[in-house]
């Protein structure tokens, strides 16, 4: 049972994903852990997913380069994980995979409740409506990220039954785009992100998917450093356009961020994640502000401000 700050859309509980059919399998290659450090919500590791395999009964491809596992541990040692990734099937489909996970205090095994973004006009259209749990372990031994998903329908919750609980007096870290409002103040730092070629999952659940992978980059002016190969820009086009950039900044003196910059154009909300006790906590505040990308050599230029 997540607590109420993170259900994963299962408020009544995560029921045991084997009691379900299994979906699919995947060994997603690990590349480096990133150890972010305590930040405001708790200790946060990046994993790294360099691609991967996957197969089922009804499907079956590979995992591409650039995913994202979110790992956070709070200070209770309770997890709450998300798992980004892009699929492509073996008759080339593309569908964005998004995980939502929990678990208590030292179990290994994260509990998932798996989202699929698949083309409506696909034969893995399925997945847009199906119930799915499973699980995520991180196999040292194998240098993987090992994720087993089930389809649940009609599965209930089982005793006996685990209840998670926030720590009292800490932020809880956010599923959904944050929201602000207000004017742009003075600047803070300016990006120059490269970017990959672009893949359309196409008209799906929520709208049009588009995936803009982030290859690279740099930073100037309060944070000056680099971008780290990995995580995306999440598009969904629909009768606005909502940007959901996800990635990674290394600074010129080895300290990690965790971004998220989304919302329409127009109106994008950045929040990061910085160590607490680093030189760069100022900015766990989030109250902030972004441009909309602009063009740049490869890429696309965003300048971050601060709110008023």
């Known amino acids: 049972m997540p607590d109420p700050s993170w259900t994963c859309g299962t408020p009544a509980g995560i029921v045991p994903p084997t009691r379900g059919r299994l979906v699919l399998r995947a060994a997603a290659q690990l590349g480096t852990i990133h150890d972010v450090g305590i930040t405001q919500y708790g200790r946060r590791r990046i994993l790294d997913v360099k691609g991967g395999t996957f197969t089922g009964e009804r499907l079956g491809g590979t995992l591409l380069p650039g995913g994202l596992d979110l790992e956070l541990t709070l200070s209770n040692g309770t997890t709450e994980l998300e798992e980004i990734n892009v699929l492509r099937t073996n008759d080339g489909t593309l569908i964005y995979f998004r995980s939502c996970g929990v678990a208590p205090s030292g179990d290994s095994t994260v509990r998932i409740v798996p989202d699929f973004e698949a083309p409506n006009s696909s034969p893995h259209a399925w997945l847009n409506t199906g119930t799915f749990a499973g699980t995520r372990v991180v196999n040292t031994a194998t240098n993987t990220i090992e994720l087993t998903v089930y389809d649940v329908s009609g ?114 909300v950045p929040t990061f994640e910085a160590r607490a006790a680093g030189p760069y906590a100022f900015l766990n505040a989030n109250t902030w502000l972004s441009s909309d990308p602009g063009p740049a050599s490869g890429g696309v230029s965003i300048t971050f401000y601060e709110r008023r």
Do not use: H, M
């Open 155 to 268: 599965v209930s919750p089982a005793e006996p039954l685990i209840q998670l609980t926030d720590p009292a007096g800490q932020p809880n870290q956010l599923w959904n785009c944050a929201a602000g409002s207000g004017t742009r103040g003075a600047t803070v730092f300016t990006e120059s992100v490269t970017l990959g070629s672009s893949l359309a999952v196409g008209a799906s659940k929520r709208g049009t998917r588009n995936i803009i992978p982030i290859t690279g980059g740099t930073t100037s002016g309060r944070v000056t450093g680099s971008i780290l190969a990995g995580g995306a820009d999440y598009q969904l086009i629909g009768s606005t356009t909502t940007l959901d950039a996800r990635y990674t900044l290394l600074t010129n003196d080895r300290e990690l961020i965790l971004v998220r910059n989304c919302g329409p154009f127009g109106r994008l």
